[in-house]
């Protein structure tokens, strides 16, 4: 494995707040409601389409972990603590753009 240095400015678009109220689950003809994770914190980060390929989506979201967790804001696992949404956009500059959505609680 090699480690290359690797240095990009990322824009953030929107840092949000949020509580975890639950989920609505169909279990055949019952709507159940799961409130396992209620009251959970949960922080949304949503970065401007800066990312041109998936070594740098991958790198933005190691280091953010590394800084949340020494920040001790979560545990920085991976497992139930992030969620990820990618857009892939078409732009004039690069054949796509990506634009991240972390969901860390």
Request: charged share 15%; hydrophobic share 45%; with cysteine.
């Amino acid at each position: 494995m090699y480690l290359v240095y690797y240095q990009k400015s990322v824009g953030i678009e929107q840092i949000q707040l949020e509580m975890d109220s639950g989920k609505s689950i169909r279990h055949g003809s019952l709507d159940l409601i799961d409130l396992n994770r209620a009251g959970i914190a949960l922080i949304e980060i949503v970065t401007a389409p800066d990312f041109c390929n998936t070594n740098e989506v991958i790198c933005f979201v190691e280091q953010l972990k590394m800084a949340l967790s020494h920040n001790g804001i979560c545990l920085g696992q991976f497992h139930g603590f992030f969620s990820f949404k990618l857009w892939v956009l078409i732009c004039e500059w690069c054949l796509c753009c990506v634009v991240v959505k972390l969901v860390v609680c």
